[in-house]
């Protein structure tokens, strides 16, 4: 479309060229390889949820912006675990729930839509979020609450998560045990949702950036 203006919605429902360039979740490598690589999209996905002065734009601050109430970038947050940056995700999910959600009458940033923002809560409250839509598979952030049980229906088995130290300053991962076993990528593949277990994240008031950064386990 020429002139292209990444501001503009012509051509997207409900959103900006700007948001619906990172509608890639099931090809996150893909997307970083078109834009020159993890780390310039990493600097790019920044740019997304902050002002020039560096300060935070994640309550809607226009069509260039990260916009909480609509679903076409709710994703957006996570896919740093995909650049290789998880303390980026760690960082912006927390400052989404401390600054977007709130318990009164607006508590809600949009239109539930049959419970979508709810339930962004809800994953991000958690520390998991699903890498896209059609997969199983668990992004990892840190999770607000202590301890989480979570009783499927049928016969699957339940899913716990622990995470003592969190707080409102302990936001950050530094290590992450799936079942007893050291867990050292910021993602869970499928079998985790279908047959439960545990997951005990330790957590720190500083980013750890080296924790889940190898290159050859990052989620794709």
Do not use: C
């Amino acid at each position: 479309m020429t002139p292209f203006d990444p501001a503009s919605d012509s051509g997207f429902a409900q959103g900006s060229a700007a948001t619906y360039v990172w509608m890639v979740p099931q090809d996150v490598q893909g997307l970083a390889t078109a834009m020159g690589g993890r780390d310039k999209a990493a600097i790019r996905l920044d740019g997304f949820f902050h002002n020039p002065d560096g300060s935070w734009s994640v309550q809607g601050g226009g069509p260039l912006h990260y916009d909480p109430t609509n679903e076409p970038g709710i994703h957006a947050p996570w896919l740093y675990n995909a650049l290789g940056s998880p303390w980026k995700t760690q960082q912006t999910v927390r400052q989404i729930v401390d600054t977007v959600y709130t318990t009164g009458p607006s508590g809600l940033p949009g239109n539930d839509d049959l419970g979508t923002m709810s339930a962004w809560y809800v994953f991000s409250a958690l520390g998991l979020y699903p890498k896209a839509p059609g997969s199983a598979d668990f992004l990892l952030s840190a999770p607000v609450f202590p301890r989480s049980v979570i009783a499927p229906a049928g016969h699957r088995g339940e899913i716990v998560i622990d995470a003592p130290e969190a707080s409102d300053s302990n936001l950050y991962i530094r290590s992450v045990k799936r079942d007893q076993r050291t867990h050292r990528t910021s993602w869970l593949d499928g079998s985790f949702a279908r047959d439960g277990g545990s997951l005990r994240s330790q957590l720190g008031d500083r980013p750890d950036t080296s924790w889940a950064t190898d290159p050859a386990h990052l989620p794709r």
